[in-house]
């Protein structure tokens, strides 16, 4: 197994620039969910998904979009980049079937924006 | 705003000593989790701890959590270079939307 898969490792914007982040996982996890990281801090929840179809918001939501049409892909979209966004994107997976409750992390995006 | 609070921020101690970090918390939970993070790589999961549990033990880590002080502490025993990465607590009521800490950023010096 792959784990959870991110693409692109890095990216630099131009403020007002959108992009798509991907986030692919192969576990058949029904939870998947977008964190970002700013420097010396913990992550912050921004969008999270309980099945294909299902998103809610988390912590940071604004100016993030997302979408779940299938178990494996969880892509997170930039509507309009600004240097505020400018952090590193982890995207994450968990089940709670059998009562496993981890999270499973991709490598990162790391997205600076100018 | 982040429900964990990591203590301290930092620590650095020699090999083979023993690392022990805290973790307090706001509001109640189902369980606590302990993540490591290397210097620019995913989070990975070291331990989960259920709210009706007092003690874990996986490996040179022990967990203990105490719900009556909002607490946990991580202790890694015998450190190694290794163990050298942040170390993030994080709770929830379930497998998502799980609220990380600020970390702790342990150095093991040789």
């Known amino acids: 197994n792959a784990g959870v898969t991110q693409t692109p490792k890095f990216q630099v914007l131009k403020t007002g620039q959108s992009m798509t982040l991907q986030c692919a996982q192969d576990?058949?996890?029904?939870?998947m969910s977008w964190y970002r990281q700013d420097p010396g801090m913990g992550l912050r929840l921004i969008h999270y998904?309980?099945?294909?179809?299902?998103?809610d918001q988390g912590e940071v939501p604004n100016g993030y979009n997302v979408s779940r049409s299938t178990t494996e892909d969880f892509p997170l979209r930039l509507l309009s980049a600004a240097p505020s966004q400018t952090s590193v994107y982890f995207c994450?997976?968990?089940?709670?079937?059998?009562?496993?409750?981890?999270?499973?992390f991709g490598p990162g995006t790391r997205l600076t924006v100018l | 705003s982040q429900q964990g609070e990591e203590d301290p921020q930092a620590l650095s101690i020699q090999e083979g000593e023993n690392a022990t970090m805290n973790c307090s918390y706001k509001?109640?939970?189902?369980?606590l989790q302990w993540y490591r993070q290397n210097s620019g790589r995913g989070l990975v999961h070291l331990i989960l701890i259920r709210s009706n549990e007092r003690e874990k033990h996986s490996g040179r880590l022990r967990v203990t959590l105490d719900t009556s002080k909002k607490s946990s502490s991580l202790l890694i025993t015998a450190s190694r270079a290794a163990d050298t990465a942040s170390y993030f607590c994080a709770t929830g009521k379930g497998a998502q939307k799980l609220v990380f800490g600020q970390g702790t950023r342990l150095t093991i010096n040789p």
């Open positions: 509001t109640s939970i189902n369980n």
């Open positions: 576990m058949n996890h029904e939870y």
């Open positions: 994450a997976s968990s089940s709670q079937r059998g009562g496993q409750n981890e999270q499973f």
């Open positions: 998904s309980v099945g294909a179809g299902i998103t």
